[in-house]
């Protein structure tokens, strides 16, 4: 699988960023965006950076690090299947504890969640456009 310095940057230019642009979404300096994609320098960025590339770039941190080639930035997107554990801990127990009200409302709240992402990853695409 491709290091993190080669996808990052395959992914920069595949969406025809230029250092200096990214650098300015990210709030990082072109050289740091540089160094993101040397080999030889081999800097990884902090995990809030990783976050904010990922959002842009609308892709999983794992795939930005070279641990899956699946770019799927969430098996969450899915509207089919259980709640994934993560999204429930706050409910204060495992799934199997909810009873099905419960369930579907945290289905509806997923949805409005994932529908305001998406709004708010549209906006800015055409902002940014």
Same mark, same amino acid.
């Given at each position: ?8 940057? @395959? ?8 250092? &200096?642009? @990214?650098?300015?979404?990210?709030? *990082? ?12 320098? #081999? ?11 990922? &959002?842009?770039? &609308? *892709? ?25 554990? *993560? ?20 289905? !509806? ?12 990853? !549209?906006?800015?695409?055409?902002? &940014? #456009?």
């Amino acid at each position: 699988m491709p290091s993190f310095h080669a996808r990052f940057k @395959m992914l920069r230019e595949k969406h025809k960023l230029t250092q &200096d642009q @990214m650098a300015e979404r990210i709030g *990082v300096s072109r050289p740091t965006i540089a160094g993101y994609e040397s080999e030889e320098k #081999n800097r990884i960025p902090r995990e809030d950076t990783l976050h904010k590339i990922a &959002d842009i770039f &609308d *892709v999983s941190i794992d795939y930005l690090l070279g641990r899956t080639d699946d770019p799927s930035p969430s098996a969450a997107k899915t509207s089919e299947g259980p709640i994934p554990g *993560v999204y429930i801990a706050w409910l204060g127990g495992p799934p199997e504890t909810m009873d099905e009200e419960e369930a579907e409302h945290l289905r !509806q709240e997923l949805e409005m969640f994932r529908a305001f992402k998406e709004k708010r990853r !549209q906006e800015k695409k055409l902002k &940014d #456009n």
